[in-house]
């Protein structure tokens, strides 16, 4: 088997381990919603939910693991390619995956979130308003001290996963492969919006449309912690936003 045939089937095999798999689950997660008797409108997601409400103590080991092993992929992808094909500069360099640029970082991800988040929000409630999207309730942890830095810390994680799995490894693996990048933009764009199909279409819908700019934005700054800081800060304000105001907004 030849190094190009080796990648690809690398590749299959960690999207089938991580987030290939969830794009799995959450298409067969639309199908459920989908053969339900209410309209997907009228359905609800639940997400960031506790494990014993009961009993807090246990439920923040619970939120504390769910931190830490969905994780594992991004280190499995990292130690890939460091030790096959290593890529000039090593992982973290070949990826921008580091904090040799922190304002640089820091300001294109802050700037493409205040562009995109109200995007976002609004075709949301429109994907709702269509009947093509369920409501999503983005947090639902018991009152606790816990409670926001672990909604943060889920936010991040978030972040990290899916962008330096989705963007960081795949387009230089497939790279390596002798892929055209315009293929691979589109396959993980499209991989991306199938991971959030259990929301409804508007989520796939809007997360193609996000991958494929946070793709084409990759390709530009050859640096992934910036889409790691729009990613967080996007999921930072979905959770926290939808934690303090839920109590007091009725139609959240």
């Known amino acids: 088997?030849?190094?190009?045939?080796?990648?690809?089937?690398?590749?299959?095999?960690?999207?089938?381990?991580?987030?290939?798999?969830s794009a799995a689950y959450s298409l067969l997660s639309l199908i459920e919603k989908l053969t339900r008797p209410q309209p997907l409108n009228q359905q609800t997601t639940a997400m960031n939910s506790a494990a014993t409400p009961d009993r807090p103590w246990l439920d923040f080991a619970y939120q504390i693991a769910g931190l830490i092993f969905p994780l594992m992929p991004v280190a499995l992808v990292l130690y890939l390619l460091w030790v096959f094909r290593?890529?000039?500069?090593?992982?973290?360099?070949?990826?921008?995956?580091?904090?040799?640029?922190?304002?640089?970082?820091?300001?294109?991800?802050?700037?493409?979130?205040?562009?995109?988040g109200v995007a976002g929000l609004g075709f949301y409630f429109a994907a709702r308003a269509l009947g093509i999207n369920t409501?999503?309730?983005?947090?639902?942890?018991?009152?606790?001290?816990?409670?926001?830095?672990?909604?943060?810390?889920?936010?991040?994680?978030?972040?990290?996963?899916?962008?330096?799995?989705?963007?960081?490894?795949?387009?230089?693996?497939?790279?390596?492969?002798?892929g055209?990048?315009?293929?691979?933009?589109?396959a993980s764009a499209l991989i991306r919006g199938g991971y959030h199909l259990y929301q409804g279409f508007g989520g796939f819908i809007g997360n193609a449309v996000m991958g494929l700019l946070l793709g084409w934005l990759y390709l530009k700054t050859k640096r992934v912690v910036p889409?790691?800081?729009?990613?967080?800060?996007?999921?930072?304000?979905?959770?926290?936003?939808?934690?303090?105001l839920k109590p007091h907004v009725a139609w959240l």
Do not use: C
């Not at 640029?101 to 995109?116: C, S």
């Open 1 to 21: 088997m030849n190094d190009s045939r080796r990648l690809r089937v690398e590749i299959l095999v960690v999207l089938g381990i991580s987030l290939g798999q």
């Open 86 to 116: 290593r890529p000039h500069g090593g992982p973290f360099r070949a990826m921008g995956f580091d904090f040799k640029r922190p304002r640089f970082d820091l300001g294109v991800g802050f700037a493409v979130f205040a562009g995109i």
């Open 135 to 178: 409501t999503i309730a983005a947090a639902n942890l018991g009152a606790a001290w816990w409670t926001i830095p672990v909604l943060i810390g889920k936010a991040v994680m978030n972040g990290v996963l899916e962008e330096v799995v989705m963007i960081g490894y795949l387009f230089t693996r497939w790279r390596q492969s002798g």
């Open 180 to 186: 055209k990048l315009v293929t691979i933009i589109v």
């Open 227 to 244: 889409l790691v800081v729009v990613h967080s800060l996007l999921d930072i304000f979905a959770f926290v936003g939808y934690a303090l």
